[in-house]
């Protein structure tokens, strides 16, 4: 079991996927609460975007996940319904518009080797939750480790300058664990580098 402080993926520059489309729904009461709940990105995200951050809920639904938008508290690009719901294995949820930036990550968070350590990730990032407890007992779906994978090959084929993904972990060890000890980190990374040369 790998600590989920070092799930980090450097992306190799000039080699990609093709594009292609990512099978997604936009949530309604994500996208309506998501005008309170991101912000404006200071440059460009064609070319600003440079990292893909993963996270886990820590609960059970889809809706509690949505509530913390609605809330105010937090948001996120994807969301990654859990297999006893019915998007499951069909579709991931679209939570907020690429183009803003989400509050998934705290303003002072940094890691030295994340973008030579620059902070205010959020402007220059998107956020995926995986719903999931996170509690040992709650297994993450295949189909949730190879949707994720899918995104990011989608992120990575939309965005010439995406250079990492990381656990949320990684970018906050001191108060977050998210994804997960449990989460299928290597099965992920391989899902994600397949057929890219």
Known sequence: MRDPG???LDLPAGACPAPFSLPEKIHRRAWAAARQCTAPRPDDPALSIRAVVIHATAGSSTDGAVSVMEEARASFHWLVPDENE???GSFVWASAPEARACWH????CFHRHVCHGARRINDWSLGVEIV?????GDAFSDWQVRITAEIVRYAWAKYPNLAHVVSHARLDPKRRTDPGPHFPWEAFKRL??????
């Open 6 to 8: 070092d799930f980090h």
């Open 86 to 88: 019915h998007a499951h």
């Open 105 to 108: 990550v705290r303003n002072s």
């Open 132 to 136: 999931n407890a996170q509690s040992g």
């Open 192 to 197: 994600t580098f397949k057929d890219v040369r």
